[in-house]
Nanobody
Framework: VQLVESGGGLVQPGGSLSLSCVGA????????INWHRQAPGKERELVAS????????YYRDSVKGRFIISRDNVKNMVYLQMSSLKPEDTAVYLC?????????WGQGTQVTVSS
């Protein structure tokens, strides 16, 4: 089983970045996929979530209107489009696949928002 994130990097405040998460070794299309983030010294937090079919999404309040989560079950991919980025969005972003008690985590990708 693998979940691999990509797309992180350094971006200026107000800029945009698009993250990707690809899954392998499990029935990707059956799983809810979450994006979490963890900043230094802070607890990991849920940023956005998308249902297995993509019909339902959730965003934490601080990213509503700025982030968009989507998925392509043919490609086993989930995306997180981030815009109007703020320094407080700086964190390691991780994707998580959930189906009942089964959970798989990726290793994460660093996003740094700084001028």
């Amino acid at each position: 089983v693998q979940l691999v994130e990509s797309g992180g990097g350094l971006v200026q405040p107000g800029g945009s970045l698009s993250l990707s998460c690809v899954g392998a070794g499990f029935t990707f299309s059956s799983y809810v996929i979450n994006w979490h983030r963890q900043a230094p010294g802070k607890e990991r937090e849920l940023v956005a979530s998308i249902s297995s079919t993509g019909d339902t999404t959730y965003y934490r309040d601080s990213v509503k209107g700025r982030f968009i989560i989507s998925r392509d079950n043919v490609k086993n991919m989930v995306y997180l489009q981030m815009s109007s980025l703020k320094p407080e969005d700086t964190a390691v972003y991780l994707c998580k696949a959930v189906l009942g008690v089964r959970t798989y985590w990726g290793q994460g990708t660093q996003v740094t928002v700084s001028s």
